[in-house]
């Protein structure tokens, strides 16, 4: 198995590229006299621990909508909208007012993910980065506890700042994997699992409701929850402001060069690092375009990103609109009367954390190309069950659906931070995911149309446009193996 490393920074790469070019890789001078030791094991590994604890309890918080659409319901919210005297039971104009709440946190959840993106890479000191994140989510939370259809209805503002916190933590959590190179990828394979499994915050939230709604009631459980953020952000922002007074970035780049220049002298391998390293020794790309280091425009006018904006932008369509109609869809359309299956959802998503090892291994061993091929295939095979009107056979379905959709994340993320570097990841994650939000506002009427009767057609539909992504990722590799077997016979 090859030994996965994480590309280099630009400057880095750019320092690189110059030496290569005149092949004095032995003439490296550096210009700082700042020791890569300046910064201890411990402030790292604590660093990554505290954004994967953010990860886990904000990242995807709004994804456990299912939950939480259940303990709003047990609540009569906008049940005075309802004709039925059934306070425990949606009915359409019920379910399209809490649909909307979900909407539109997704659409700021994506469309926000641009500013932060750039807030990511120039904002002067991430300890400001994590204290804005604290405001941001806490007033969300503490808006969405104290919200009320009938006397302050704010859910929307509230779930719609939760979205926009949460995003913050995902996008601010990426910069902490470059202090780990050698970990880089399974730190990034578990950043997207956790996003996954911050579902469950909603799901425990519930669970604990229908135990005692009287004790664990919505106001307590979600005003607790930003009590516990001011911690963690507080946590978050101290560990960053230490490794900016150690100038972390400039480290980072004299161990990375220190690596390669080790590396050059242990064998002849090339000196110019490349996504090489991600692929497995049947799939090696050394004449993969050296993207990191370019311009930010430059950059969105390549093919990768061209790539990743399509492939997530989508499958993460798909996955929106399934997490936000399926207790409707259950409901109405396969006859889950009594919720079981609703509940058997919620505990099946934030089971995405259990694909992490494969996700791992997947990456290491077969690269990232070919991962975003098994993602596709997974995306269909979903699909495929979705179209199924069994309930049983919706169980299975629902891990499907959660194993898909870690792959989705792990790959997307990963992808971006392999090929792009730190410099620019978080502009290009923004970038991307604001594409994602402007698609994504196709579940909004998608779940209109599929609550008149329509659920097998738009499923049917969300299946047909896989091909989209399937063709756009097999272009994008049978164009890498064009150019490999160019450069072959040039050579030859």
């Known amino acids: 198995m090859n030994e996965t490393k994480p590309l280099l920074s630009d400057r880095t790469a750019n320092t690189i590229t110059t030496n290569n070019s005149n092949n004095k890789m032995n003439d490296f001078s550096f210009t700082t006299t700042r020791s890569s030791s300046t910064i201890s094991s411990t402030l790292r590994w604590t660093t990554n621990a505290m954004s994967l604890v953010s990860v886990l309890l904000f990242s995807g918080l709004i994804l456990g909508w299912a939950p939480l659409e259940l303990m709003l319901t047990r609540e009569g919210q906008y049940n005075e909208y309802c004709v039925s005297d059934e306070e425990t039971k949606l009915c359409p104009e019920q379910s399209i007012r809490l649909q909307r709440i979900f909407t539109v946190a997704q659409f700021l959840m994506n469309f926000a993910s641009l500013p932060i993106g750039y807030l990511v890479d120039y904002i002067p000191s991430k300890g400001l980065y994590f204290a804005m994140t604290a405001v941001v989510q806490v007033t969300g939370l503490l808006i969405f506890a104290a919200s009320d259809s009938l006397t302050f209805d704010y859910f929307t503002v509230g779930y719609g700042l939760m979205a926009v916190g949460g995003s913050m933590a995902l996008v601010g959590s990426f910069p902490a994997s470059f202090l780990l190179p050698e970990y880089q990828l399974g730190l990034l394979a578990m950043i997207s699992c956790l996003f996954d499994a911050s579902s469950a915050v909603l799901f425990v939230f519930h669970r604990l409701n229908v135990s005692n709604s009287e004790l664990y009631t919505r106001r307590m459980l979600f005003a607790s929850l930003g009590c516990i953020g001011i911690v963690v952000y507080g946590l978050l922002a101290t560990c960053w402001t230490l490794l900016e007074l150690k100038h972390w970035k400039d480290v980072i780049a004299i161990e990375e060069l220190e690596t ?25 790309q050394k004449d993969h ?20 904006a399509i492939f997530s932008s989508i ?15 259950l409901y109405y359309f396969l006859g889950d009367s009594d919720g079981y299956y609703a ?11 259990l694909f992490f090892p494969l996700i791992e291994q997947t990456l290491v061993r077969v690269g990232i190309t070919r991962s975003l091929h098994i993602t596709n295939i997974l995306g269909v095979v979903f699909g495929i069950l979705v179209l199924i009107p069994s309930l049983k056979l919706q169980v299975f379905t629902f891990f499907v659906f959660t194993g898909f959709n870690a792959f989705l994340n792990s790959t997307v993320n990963t992808f971006i931070a392999v090929y792009f570097g730190v410099e620019t990841t978080g502009r290009i994650v923004g970038c991307a995911y604001t594409a994602c939000a402007f698609v994504s506002l196709l579940q909004y009427p998608a779940a ?11 499923n049917a539909v969300f299946l047909a446009i896989c091909i989209i992504p399937i063709l756009r990722v097999r272009f994008y590799h049978n164009s890498k193996q064009q150019k490999s077997s160019s450069k072959k016979l040039t050579l030859a």
């Open 315 to 329: 499958h993460i369509l798909r996955c929106n609109y399934y997490v936000m109609t399926i207790d409707d869809f």
């Open 343 to 353: 509940d058997v959802f919620s505990y099946v998503l934030p089971s995405g954390i």
């Open 260 to 284: 390669e220049k080790k590396k050059n002298n242990n064998n002849n391998n090339t000196l110019l690092p490349t996504t090489e390293n991600c692929d497995n020794n049947n799939d090696r």
């Open 289 to 308: 375009p050296h993207i990191i280091g370019l311009p930010i425009w430059e950059q969105l006018q390549t093919s990768e990103f061209m790539l990743v």
């Open 448 to 458: 209109m149309y599929s609550s008149s009767g329509g659920w097998f057609r738009v």
